[in-house]
């Protein structure tokens, strides 16, 4: 099993930045991709970024493109997503998984494990 814990959510105003950590723990061995995903109230989950866990390869949605940088540290095990020019449009609970298989890194019913979430709000 693998454990994932988020953190750096919060309160911010529009255009603010903000950084989200998801540290994993457990069996990192068998994780092929860990990707962030968000949800807000009355909407479905939807993808947001993904990144390899070798970190070669990143993916990303097109409402988030050249605003999110998705990266991860081998060291500590931890992926992050560095949000900037926040807008209220991304406010949700964020959540971090991870997968063992390869494909499909878009889809959530794909990944294995999930975080708790981390809510970040974003006021104008």
């Known amino acids: 099993q693998v454990q994932l814990v988020e953190s750096g959510g919060g309160l911010v105003l529009a255009g603010d930045s903000l950084k989200l950590s998801c540290a994993a723990s457990g069996r990192t061995i068998s994780i092929a991709y860990m990707g962030w995903f968000r949800q807000a109230p009355g909407k479905e989950r939807e993808f947001v970024s993904a990144i390899s866990w070798s970190g070669s390869r990143t993916f990303y949605a097109d409402s988030v493109k050249g605003r999110f940088t998705i990266s991860r540290d081998d060291a500590k095990n931890t992926a992050y997503l560095q949000m900037i020019s926040l807008s209220p449009q991304d406010t949700a609970v964020y959540y971090c998984?991870?997968?063992?298989?390869?494909?499909?890194?878009?889809?959530?019913?794909?990944?294995?494990?999930w975080g708790q979430g981390t809510q970040v709000t974003v006021s104008s």
């Open positions: 998984a991870v997968r063992s298989g390869y494909g499909y890194v878009t889809q959530p019913m794909r990944y294995d494990y």
